[in-house]
């Protein structure tokens, strides 16, 4: 049975692996949303790209089709994660600028 004294090192880093990313000047964990109503609003106030003209952009190919469309906030940007699929019906999941696809 190990003992209390043995576990402190342990439980120090931890909680240093658990409050670290909470500091200041890291990076900040990407947010997505789920709900496109709130998305929306987004989209409109901060004058990023509709999802709709991404189908036009070179980002998505003329061949492909958007299958799910994600908007992530990354920091201080806004970012898509889109889900295409191609004429072979293969998935891949794309990155795009949402200022400027």
């Known amino acids: 049975m190990r003992s209390t004294r043995n576990l402190m090192p342990e439980a120090w880093a931890l909680a240093a692996f658990l409050v670290l ?3 200041p000047g890291r990076a900040a964990a990407e947010e ?3 709900d496109w109503g709130a998305a929306g609003a987004i989209v409109r106030s901060q004058k990023l790209v509709p999802v709709a003209e991404l189908s036009k ?3 998505v190919g003329a061949a492909e089709e958007i299958v799910k469309a994600t908007l992530c906030r990354d920091g201080d940007d806004y970012i898509y994660k889109l889900v ?10 794309v990155v795009v600028d949402a200022r400027k696809p």
């Open 21 to 23: 990313p909470a500091w």
């Open 84 to 93: 295409l699929r191609d004429t072979k019906g293969q998935l891949k999941t």
């Open 32 to 34: 997505c949303l789920t």
């Open 57 to 59: 952009s070179q980002a």
